[in-house]
């Protein structure tokens, strides 16, 4: 058995009905590079095959009532793909709002804890062509926020994609295997007893973090503070109900951008967002004086040594959207940037994940509830939204078979903070995928299709 961070499990301990926290990911899929051409039965062949080698995806959470630490992963002994593995089509004419309308809903319903925490949709349909005949495909795939984060969900789907259609499968690998309750509690109470020490060791780099962050904000030199965005449509408590909506742009366009201003490529994706979210709340004048806040996820496996899928901190960052000028904008944000990522990096890489060892699941739904409840008395938000920048390769990649014509990445939605943009850079595109709710943003396909706008705008700058 594996036991969860604390970090892992907190992403357990504060979902609710209404704040679902899986992630999801939408492939484009071509049909016709598939070896033979495609079905569906092939299909669940291939991935079956796949999953021998991926022991992630035959994992499922155990847990004891005597347990004093997290939920441990173990070897889901009656694993079976088809539990996971769904199959449906669109209802004509199989466009764009027919397919984000099934999206939205597959995305509002939770996973079964009870088995491993992941599914896929298999959407046939698409445009109203027959993928057994060349038409495209498109796979939603969820998983729990518990089991992975942006860089180890990128990494699994890469393991299910190849850079030829008829590579060879891999070799099997062994699994977790298994855990008794006997086993989880007394390794649980071992854990637990050695929480004090663990606290005490985090406590000096606490202090130095709080006094370093004064200083900083002293001199102007902090990211953005919690509690400083400002009130717009999507900072109310989050439903049941997810509404999504995605856009691709060309990669080398947002390069241009990036050398011409002489700036960072998540700058570039910061300013786009920023103009599309303008737009959006001005064209409705509902845009706010100050500027919006976003929560930045940054990924710290290569600087941390604890356990743990999710291995992030984070960074709030200005988006600027109170500067009317584009170019006067990309260049406060990047200079607004720089100075998150410097304060950012001085705080430790894994003090994010120390702090959540140490709180039991009592204590998250504790805090999330009184959040949730201040949220309904009109306090100010911690943040505007998550914009989240997800790197991938720059390759063509096939998916079982199926050449990958894009990657949508869908991250989760909170309380007070019911907008997330997750970006995939990907073989010369840059895929965006938005999730809000229906009922606090029914036009969210408005905000995607601002995207292609917002680039041709900064664009028009370096001619």
């Given amino acids: 058995m ?19 926290l899986h992630v999801c990911s939408i492939l484009e899929l071509d049909t016709t590079t598939m070896p033979g051409g495609y079905t569906f039965d ?73 088995r491993p ?12 062509a027959d993928a057994r005949e060349g038409g495209k495909l498109v796979v939603l795939t969820k998983v729990h926020h518990a089991a992975v984060d942006g860089v180890t969900g990128a990494s699994l789907m890469s ?68 509690f400083a965005a400002p009130q ?21 366009d947002v390069k241009k951008v990036k050398n011409h201003f002489g700036v960072k490529l998540n700058d570039v994706v910061m300013a786009l967002v920023s103009g599309v ?20 996820p940054v990924s710290v496996h290569d600087k941390s040594d604890r356990p743990g899928r999710n291995q992030v901190s984070g960074m709030f960052s200005r988006l600027e959207t109170n500067v009317e000028n584009p170019l006067e904008r990309i260049k406060a944000i990047s200079e607004a940037n720089s100075v998150a990522k410097q304060h950012s990096s001085a705080i430790g890489a894994t003090l994010l994940q120390d702090w959540t060892q140490f709180a039991a699941p009592a204590v998250f739904g504790a805090a999330m509830r009184v959040y949730a409840a201040s949220r309904l008395s009109g306090a100010r938000p911690v943040l505007n939204l998550v914009v989240s920048n997800v790197p991938g390769p720059q390759v063509p990649l096939y998916y079982l078979g ?26 010369g595109k840059l895929d965006v995928g938005l999730v809000s709710c229906p009922e606090l943003l029914p036009d969210l396909w408005d905000m995607a299709d601002d995207f292609a706008p917002a680039l041709d705008e900064l664009l028009d700058a370096t001619r």
């Fill in 42 to 114: 092939k299909l669940r062949d291939a991935l079956s095959k796949r999953i021998e080698s991926m022991p992630q995806f035959r994992e499922k959470l155990a847990d004891s009532r005597f347990n004093l630490d997290h939920p441990v992963w173990v070897e889901d002994e009656d694993f079976d793909v088809d539990r996971h593995l769904h199959r449906i089509g669109l209802p004509p004419p199989g466009g764009r709002f027919e397919l984000s309308e099934i999206l939205g809903h597959i995305a509002s319903l939770p996973l079964d804890r009870a």
């Fill in 277 to 296: 979210l303008r737009k959006f709340l001005l064209d409705r004048g509902q845009l706010p004086d100050s500027t919006l806040i976003a929560m930045v």
């Fill in 117 to 128: 925490l992941w599914e896929k949709w298999v959407i046939e349909g698409i445009d109203g």
């Fill in 159 to 226: 393991q299910l994609c190849s850079t030829e259609p008829d590579s060879a499968d891999p070799e099997p690998v062994q699994g977790v295997g298994g855990g008794n309750q006997l086993e989880i509690s007394v390794n649980g109470a071992i854990k637990f007893a050695t929480r004090p020490l663990k606290f005490v060791n985090a406590l000096p780099s606490t202090v130095n973090t709080v006094l370093d962050t004064v200083k900083r904000a002293r001199a102007g030199q902090s990211m953005a503070a919690p």
């Fill in 2 to 20: 594996q036991r969860l961070s604390g970090l892992d499990a907190s992403f357990l301990y504060l979902e609710t009905a209404q704040q679902l």
């Fill in 402 to 427: 199926c050449e990958v014509g894009a990657m949508y990445p869908i991250g989760p939605v909170f309380h007070g903070a019911a907008l997330n943009i997750t970006v995939m850079s990907l073989n």
């Fill in 232 to 252: 717009t449509p999507f900072n109310a408590n989050v439903t049941g109900h997810r509404n999504i909506a995605f856009a691709q742009l060309d990669l080398d």
